[in-house]
């Protein structure tokens, strides 16, 4: 079974940086692309990032030039660093999985920006 679990949320104050992770229970080689979403309160699931297993990255331009994606395949995890945090990023962080047999998402970690 496939399982996704994000971790490293918390509260942050405006312009500090944090590291959200993404362990997958299987290598993530197995995945065709990774990437996170985030949802904030009353707005829909937005696209945040993205990494393929060819090594390319796209950015969603909200968070261009501060969020950037990685991945570690022998600890099977999927990074997101986000720098110079403001509250229009606080969501709820979600890590998708795209392979074969389907789509896969995590359970979510919060993400609040606030002084």
């Known amino acids: 079974q496939v399982q996704l679990v994000e971790s490293g949320g918390g509260l942050v104050q405006p312009g500090g940086s944090l590291r959200l992770s993404c362990t997958a229970s299987i290598s993530i080689f197995g995945f065709n692309a990774m990437g996170w979403y985030r949802q904030a309160p009353g707005k829909q699931r937005e696209w945040v990032a993205t990494s393929t297993t060819g090594g390319s990255t796209n950015f969603a331009d909200s968070v261009k030039g501060r969020f950037t994606i990685s991945r570690d395949n022998a600890k099977k995890t999927l990074y997101l660093e986000m720098n110079s945090l403001t509250p229009e990023d606080t969501a709820v962080y979600y890590c998708?999985?795209?392979?074969?047999?389907?789509?896969?998402w995590g359970q979510g970690t919060q993400v609040t920006v606030s002084s």
């Open positions: 998708k999985g795209s392979r074969w047999s389907g789509e896969y």
